[in-house]
């Protein structure tokens, strides 16, 4: 889980500063490994290599959807719903977050590589370095 602070000005015209959390499950990425849309690491590699704007944001949108939600107070809950995500996409602050993303490639990667469970994350790098390599390659070819 990764808590996202994000500084926006909201529908009146007041700034704001507010935490977003951002988490996928192992079972949420193993059902996205079992989908026709690849691995998490997949994803992120067609984020990477996408030329075209709105290819990029689709795919931005998509996986940020997936993650959102609201964490419970105790930690125990972590609650996703159409609705939680819907009103998030609804916000300034998803404004706010979808443009500094398109803007700073680090911050983009330091937030989606922080959805993932802590354990999960070394894997996903090294996919996502295996991935850079075998396009590298085709580059050249």
Sequence with gaps: MIAKKITY???????????????????ELE?????????YADQLQAIVNA???????????????????????????????EAI?????DSAMYDALMIEMLQNEDSAAELFMGMIPSDMQA????????????EAAKTNE
């Design 9 to 27: 000005t909201d529908f009146d015209g007041t700034e704001r500063t507010e935490v977003a959390y951002f988490n996928l499950t192992k079972t």
């Design 31 to 39: 059902e996205m490994n079992l989908s026709h849309h690849g691995t």
């Design 51 to 81: 030329k075209d704007i709105p290819t990029v944001m689709s795919l931005f949108k998509a996986i940020l959807m997936k993650a959102y939600g609201i964490k419970s107070e105790d930690g125990r809950h972590f609650r996703k719903s």
């Design 85 to 89: 995500s819907k009103d998030f996409e």
């Design 123 to 134: 894997a996903a790098k090294e996919e996502i370095a295996k991935n850079k390599k075998l």
